[in-house]
């Protein structure tokens, strides 16, 4: 099973910027590469994903016109460009993978990083 591992979160002012990264472990065949995030005593919510053939992308309402995904083919990789955070935006993102379009469950998960915004 690919692993999946994301880099790149952190402590930001309010305002600030920070670049996921999620790389994995070798060349897959992905229907989706997604981002997701848990704030403390919410609930896991999809905050943007990306066809990884098409590049066709969504995001969740609270995070339009902040956050920009992408991915890098050659590299294996899905990046989330985070712009304009919010404190609202403190959370563990977590990057997964849905390999087929069918169901509506991801196969593989990464472990998680930490993204603080202090107000």
């Known amino acids: 099973q690919v692993q999946l591992v994301e880099s790149g979160g952190g402590l930001v002012q309010a305002g600030g910027s920070l670049r996921l990264s999620c790389a994995a472990s070798?060349?897959?065949?992905?229907?989706?590469m997604g981002w997701f995030r848990q704030a403390p005593g919410k609930e896991r919510e999809l905050v943007s994903h990306i066809r990884w053939s098409t590049g066709d992308t969504y995001y969740a309402d609270s995070v339009k016109g902040r956050f920009t995904i992408s991915r890098d083919n050659a590299k294996n990789t899905v990046y989330l460009q985070m712009n304009m955070l919010k404190p609202e935006d403190t959370a563990v993102y977590y990057c997964?993978?849905?390999?087929?379009?069918?169901?509506?469950?991801?196969?593989?998960w990464g472990q998680g990083t930490q993204v603080t915004v202090s107000s």
């Open positions: 997964a993978a849905k390999v087929t379009p069918s169901g509506g469950s991801y196969d593989c």
């Open positions: 070798r060349r897959t065949l992905t229907y989706l």
